[in-house]
Structures are given as C-alpha cells and as structure tokens.
C-alpha cells in the first residue's frame, strides 16, 4: 500500500476512463432516452395550458410584486403544488429508481457481456477501483436524466406565474434536486449490490423496488427503506411551502390518553444523509468482495 496520496492518483489514472465511458454508456442507453423523453411530458402539457389559458390569465400586484392570477388562484401557488406533488409522488419515490436500475444493470453488464470482468479480478487493478467509478457515474448518469427534465418542468409550471414565481419556489427546485442527488447514489448503490450478488439482477432488483421501497414507504416499517431517508432529508426544505411530515408519508398514529395522533417519524436531516452514505459505502463494500469471489 502507498501514500493516501498515491492511492489517490492511481485511483484518478484508473477510473477516469472508467468514468467516462460508464456516464457515456448511461446517458447514450435507448431505455435512458426514452424514460427522459417521457419525464417531459408535464412540461409539455404545461405548454398546452399556457395556450389554452392564455386570456384568462390576469396580472395582480399583491404585498408590491406582481402575480399572476387565473380563475382565483395565484398561479405560482397552484404551480408549485403541481410540481411538488410530481417530484415527490411520482419522479422521487418511482422514476429515479426504475433509471437507477436500468442504468445500474447496463453498467455491469457490459463487463460481463465482454468478458472483461474476470480480465479485471486477475490484474492488478482492485474491484473497488472500478466500481468507485461506476457508481459514480451511474450517480451523476441518473441526476442527469431525471434532473434535467425535472429542472425544465419546474421552469415550464413556474413561468406562468411570473418571474416572481420562479424566484419565490427556488427552494422547491433545491429540495427536488438535493434529494434527487441522494436517492441518485443511494439506489444506484443497492443495483450494483444486486447485480453483483445475482445472475439475473433485473427481476430481483424489481422485486427489492416494488416490495422494499414501494410497500414499505408508509409506516413504521419505512424506517428501513430509502425512501425514508429521502423524504426525511427533504422535509424542511419545504417548510415554507407547509409541508408537514403527514403530507411526507413520515407520519404515524399514535394513541395516547384516548386520543389518537399523528406522530412525527421523521428522520434528523443530517442523520438521513449519514445513514445513505454509510448504506452506499457498505454496499460497493460487499459488491467489491462478492465481485471478487464470483464465478465467471
């Protein structure tokens, strides 16, 4: 073993190319391009409304900046709803997995396809110098197709209501993209994990998404899903918007004195990051030894 330094410019001089080929590979993927396409599809419905409403749509000065207002409803509000309401029902707890998956298999299984991964566990390069790259990539390859088109949906919804609207849901846009980022390296972690343990990663990693992260994002039991962490880090940034931890899912009933409440579950925001970071170390831990071990 050399110098930290050293370990670090090896790790540099290897995984670079690794890196670069690996985000290639991800965002030049059919099934990446394709579920892309589709996450724009609210913010081309978001065009359509905007055509449609386009002469009911007042302006309004309220407390000195100017609104805009249709049918009643200040339009920056009622869009930045909508846009909560996506990002956290659907992209976050659904999307962002599904890409993660596919990007995680298309990663692995190139190697496998090409032979080149028992080439590798002979030579000198060690497996978490490979996989350290591929996980990165795989993270940045996800926060890209799912960010990208969550960033023009946020700047489809919020320019109806002005420029007021754009500036005043910047923390909206900061909570989506921040957990997007965690839940990016998080299940981007876990895939590998998979793909490593198991012949046939897909059915099994869909089974883990659909039982683990789906069934498991309400109650008590959530604590040991992802999803948990996730919301739980998301949770005050939304504040403002008052989102409470009910709205989040992160909320149990709990009896006391005859009366039954909702109860808090929520995770401390910086314990919730603590808690993805040290799940993702363990698990390219146990992908770098199983990977190691595995019969090719």
């Known amino acids: 073993m050399g110098s930290v330094g050293e370990e670090v ?8 190319p690794v890196f670069r080929d690996g985000v290639r590979q991800f965002l ?14 609210p913010g081309l419905l978001s065009g359509w409304f905007w055509y449609d409403s386009r002469g009911k749509v007042e302006t309004q000065v309220i407390a000195g900046d100017e609104v805009r207002v249709f049918e009643g409803e200040v339009l920056h509000a009622v869009m930045a709803d909508l846009f909560y ?23 692995l299984n190139t190697e496998f396809k090409q032979k080149t991964m028992q080439l590798l566990r002979t030579s000198p390069v060690r497996m978490y110098e490979i996989l350290l790259p591929k996980l990165l990539a795989g993270t940045l390859g996800t926060f890209v197709a799912v960010g990208t088109p969550l960033t023009v949906i946020y700047l489809a919804l919020l320019a109806h209501g002005g420029s007021f609207g754009l500036r005043e849901h910047l923390p909206l846009l900061g909570a989506v993209l921040g957990t997007l980022l965690l839940a990016s390296l998080a299940y981007t972690s876990i895939f590998l994990l998979i ?6 990663p897909l059915p099994v990693s869909l089974v883990y998404w659909l039982v683990w992260e789906v069934m498991l994002a309400s109650g008590d039991s959530q604590r040991f ?18 989102i409470v931890a009910d709205d989040l899912n992160l909320a149990i009933e709990s009896t006391s004195g005859g009366l039954t409440e909702l109860v808090s579950i929520a995770t401390d925001p910086w314990q919730a990051v603590g808690v993805l970071l040290a799940l993702t170390t363990v698990a390219m831990l146990l992908s770098a030894r199983l990977l190691e071990r595995k019969q090719f």
Do not use: C
């Open 9 to 16: 410019a090896r790790l540099l001089q290897i995984g670079r």
């Open 195 to 200: 793909n490593a343990l198991v012949q046939r």
């Open 225 to 242: 899903s992802i999803m948990h962490y996730l919301r739980s880090f998301a949770l005050p940034r939304l504040d403002y918007l008052g």
């Open 28 to 41: 030049l993927a059919r099934s990446t391009l394709i579920i892309a396409a589709l996450l724009l599809t």
């Open 85 to 107: 309401g996506l990002a956290f029902d659907l992209y976050l707890p659904l999307v962002v997995a599904l890409v993660a998956l596919l990007g995680a298999a298309e990663l």
